[in-house]
């Protein structure tokens, strides 16, 4: 009798070393997603886009969001910025820079995209300080 009570209580034991263990390994792996959440992007030389309106994206107002030479943005993980929200399309819109001159084209989304309000219905330019408004989503463009 005391022997299987030796064995259970072994079995107790390895059992909470096990659920200990797998806390402390989701408390280094939350530890190390926090920790790359708040760091900043890297800067870039051709520009950012400033999140103005995140929507539900959870990216905080004021996040800059650095551009390439062509970004495309929308709700796919393989775009360059990508913009979780429902009102996004998952390639909604591509940002191209060309000759100095930034340019954006809606790619097909079901929202639109609107500069400064306005629909973008064929590749439009624009300018620094410009608001990119993609569905519930809103994004300044700064250098």
């Given at each position: 009798?005391?022997?299987?009570?030796?064995v259970?209580?072994?079995?107790?034991a390895?059992?909470?070393?096990?659920?200990?263990?797998?806390?402390?390994v989701?408390?280094?792996?939350?530890?190390?997603?926090r920790?790359?959440?708040?760091?900043?992007?890297t800067?870039?030389?051709?520009?950012?886009l400033?999140?103005?309106?995140?929507?539900?994206?959870?990216?905080?107002?004021?996040?800059?969001?650095p551009?390439?030479?062509t970004?495309?943005?929308?709700?796919?993980?393989?775009n360059?910025?990508?913009?979780?929200?429902?009102?996004?399309s998952?390639?909604?819109?591509?940002?191209?820079?060309?000759?100095?001159?930034?340019?954006?084209?809606?790619?097909g989304?079901?929202?639109?995209?609107?500069?400064?309000g306005?629909?973008?219905v064929?590749p439009?330019?624009m300018?620094?300080?410009?608001?990119l408004?993609?569905?519930?989503?809103?994004l300044?463009?700064?250098?």
């Open positions: 009798m005391s022997f299987d009570l030796f259970f209580g072994l079995n107790v390895f059992v909470g070393l096990l659920y200990l263990f797998l806390f402390e989701m408390r280094v792996v939350l530890r190390e997603l920790q790359a959440a708040t760091q900043a992007p800067e870039s030389p051709h520009g950012k400033v999140m103005v309106q995140a929507g539900s994206t959870g990216i905080r107002p004021g996040t800059a969001l551009l390439e030479p970004t495309a943005l929308g709700r796919k993980l393989t360059g910025v990508v913009l979780d929200d429902s009102t996004v998952g390639e909604h819109a591509v940002l191209y820079l060309r000759d100095g001159q930034w340019y954006v084209r809606d790619a989304s079901t929202n639109g995209t609107l500069v400064n306005q629909d973008v064929a439009a330019a300018q620094v300080g410009d608001v408004t993609l569905g519930g989503v809103q300044r463009l700064t250098r």
